[in-house]
C-alpha cells in the first residue's frame, strides 16, 4: 500500500510538472491545457487553480453516470493544478528554439510515465478519464468515439479562449498513446498471490 502511495503521488507530481513544461516550452500544450490556460487568461487565474477548479466540475458529470471517485481521483484533481502552479515558477521563460523542442519532447515523455504511475497505482482513475469511461459505460459509445469528442471539444474551445495550441498539441496527440502504452506496465501494481498452506500428508 505504501509503495502504490507514493507512486501516486509522484506521478501526480510528475505530471504537473509536465504540464509547466508544455507550457513554458511555449510550442504548444496537450488538449485539456489548452482549455485550462484560455479560462486562466480569461479569467485573471493561475493555470493551477483552473485545472483543480476544472477536475472538481468535470466530478459533478459523474454523478449521472454513476461513476464514484476513488483517493486517485481526488488527488488528481487537487496534486497536478498545485505540482503545476509550483513548477511553473522553476521553470523559466525560454527563448532559444533548440530548448524549447528539448522542453516539449521531455514534457511528453514526463507526461507518459506520470500517467503510467498514475494509473498503475490503481486508486482510481482522473476526472477526465472517469468521465469518458462512464460515458463509455452508460451509452455504449466507443471509448475513441468518446475520447475525441471530448478532447476536440476542450480543444477548440480553449482556443476560441486564448489557449496556447501549436505544433506540441499535434506531436502530444500523435505519440502519448504510444508512449503510455509502453509505460503503464512498468508500474502496473501486480496483486501478491499468497500459497496456500498444503497440509501435511498423513502417512
Known amino acids: 500500500m505504501l509503495r502504490r502511495l507514493v507512486q501516486l503521488y509522484v506521478g501526480l507530481g510528475l505530471y504537473g510538472l509536465s504540464t ?9 500544450v496537450d488538449p485539456w491545457d489548452v482549455f485550462h490556460l484560455g479560462v486562466a487568461i480569461q479569467l485573471g487565474m493561475s493555470i493551477g487553480t483552473v485545472i483543480i477548479l476544472t477536475g472538481a466540475a468535470v466530478l459533478l458529470f459523474w454523478v449521472p453516470l454513476r461513476q464514484w471517485p476513488g483517493l486517485g481521483t481526488i488527488s488528481n484533481v487537487i496534486c497536478i493544478g498545485l505540482a503545476a502552479d509550483a513548477t511553473m515558477v522553476l521553470i523559466p521563460e525560454l527563448t532559444s528554439l533548440p530548448l ?11 507526461n507518459a510515465i506520470a500517467t503510467g504511475m498514475y494509473i498503475g497505482a490503481g486508486f482510481g482513475p482522473g476526472p477526465r478519464d472517469g468521465l469518458m469511461t462512464g460515458i463509455h459505460a452508460r451509452l455504449g459509445w466507443s471509448i475513441r468515439s468518446v475520447r475525441t469528442s471530448i478532447e476536440v471539444s476542450v480543444l477548440l474551445i480553449g482556443i476560441m479562449l486564448g489557449g496556447s495550441f501549436g505544433v506540441g498539441t499535434v506531436l502530444y496527440a500523435l505519440t502519448i498513446g504510444p508512449l503510455i502504452q ?4 512498468w508500474f502496473r501494481q501486480k496483486p501478491q498471490v499468497q500459497k496456500i498452506p498444503q497440509p501435511e500428508q498423513v502417512v
Open 20 to 28: 509547466a513544461m508544455f507550457i513554458r516550452s511555449d510550442l504548444g
Open 182 to 185: 509502453i509505460c503503464l506496465p
Open 100 to 110: 524549447r523542442i528539448a522542453l516539449l519532447v521531455a514534457g511528453i515523455v514526463v
